[in-house]
């Protein structure tokens, strides 16, 4: 029923719109920001409206919403009456112009990223690098860690700088256990106290006085960062979640500009059975 009436509501809207482009030489309506504002008010006063522009689609703008620190793509009419929650689809090209738009609001200057305060998995001079805000108490962090260290195995220019992001809200014991943590002297050991906060093992106290943690969750407002794990290439596109190494390998290449490295194929002895496939 929910969606029934979300599907009508979109539509009202979407014919609205294409009548607006019926009107000859009659001036368009414009939707300002404050007509922007007072809309979204009216449903949620706690959601903030960044910006407001021109959508894809004539007679519908495009509003970039934020709630915390997560950071959604809305589209409402001229009058600040209406307001659509979905996705714009390019039917040739088959893909979703909203999807887009907010993967380009969500990329990260790569210059910004943190060059101390990290854990550094990999070689320090890889040609490939990989930021993940990590959180040492997240069950998808420690998927993903292990993930990351296949891919390291299979990759010696592939290297990962780990932020530790903990989520205290969630995991109310995950700040002290990231201060241990980041006590650490070499990457080596913050590495293996991570890896054994991931498995559930008893970490000591903090037994240094540094603002590492402090201020790697202050980047956590400052690149919209709602959830761990998340994942910055080196262009800057962000993932959130846990993906499986090969994934990881081929959007660090596509980042770096790197040509995939090509698989060795092994030739079967005609007289043997073919060797099977390997289900991943």
């Known amino acids: 029923m929910i969606k029934r009436i979300a599907l009508i509501v979109s539509l009202t809207i979407l014919a609205y719109a294409l009548s607006a482009c019926t009107g000859g030489d009659t001036p368009k309506p414009v939707l300002t920001k404050q007509m922007?504002?007072?809309?979204?008010?009216?449903?949620?006063?706690?959601?903030e409206v960044v910006s407001v522009s021109p959508s894809p689609v004539d007679g519908l703008f495009e509003l970039v919403v934020k709630r915390g620190t997560t950071i959604?793509?809305?589209?409402?009419?001229?009058?600040?009456?209406?307001?659509?929650?979905?996705?714009?689809?390019?039917?040739?090209?088959k893909t979703s112009l909203t999807e887009t738009r907010l993967s380009e609001l969500l990329i990260i200057d790569p210059k910004q990223l943190p060059t101390e305060g990290t854990i550094l998995m990999g070689k320090?001079?890889?040609?490939m690098k990989v930021y993940v805000f990590s959180d040492p108490e997240c069950s998808y962090c420690a998927l993903l860690h292990e993930e990351?260290?296949?891919?390291?195995?299979?990759?010696?220019?592939l290297a990962f700088e780990i932020v530790l992001v903990p989520i205290i809200k969630l995991h109310p014991t995950a700040y002290a256990k990231s201060k241990a943590i980041m006590c650490q002297d070499t990457d080596e050991k913050a590495l293996k106290m991570l890896e054994d906060a991931?498995?559930?093992?008893?970490?000591?106290a903090p037994d240094c006085d540094n603002n590492i943690v402090e201020?790697?969750?202050?980047l956590l407002d400052k690149f919209n960062i709602s959830g761990t794990p998340t994942i910055v290439f080196q262009d800057g596109m962000r993932f959130?979640?846990?993906?499986?190494?090969?994934?990881?390998?081929?959007?660090?290449?596509?980042?770096a500009g790197i040509e995939p490295e090509q698989p060795q194929v092994q030739v079967q002895p005609q007289d043997s059975p073919k060797a099977p496939?390997?289900?991943?």
């Open 198 to 204: 991931f498995i559930g093992e008893e970490l000591p």
């Open 215 to 218: 201020e790697n969750l202050e």
């Open 36 to 47: 922007a504002i007072e809309g979204v008010k009216r449903l949620n006063p706690e959601i």
């Open 72 to 93: 959604s793509v809305a589209y409402m009419d001229p009058e600040g009456k209406l307001i659509f929650l979905g996705n714009i689809v390019d039917t040739f090209e």
């Open 124 to 127: 320090a001079d890889a040609a």
């Open 240 to 255: 959130q979640g846990a993906i499986h190494a090969d994934e990881l390998i081929t959007s660090a290449e596509k980042a």
């Open 148 to 157: 990351m260290v296949d891919a390291v195995k299979q990759r010696d220019d």
């Open 277 to 280: 496939a390997e289900n991943n």
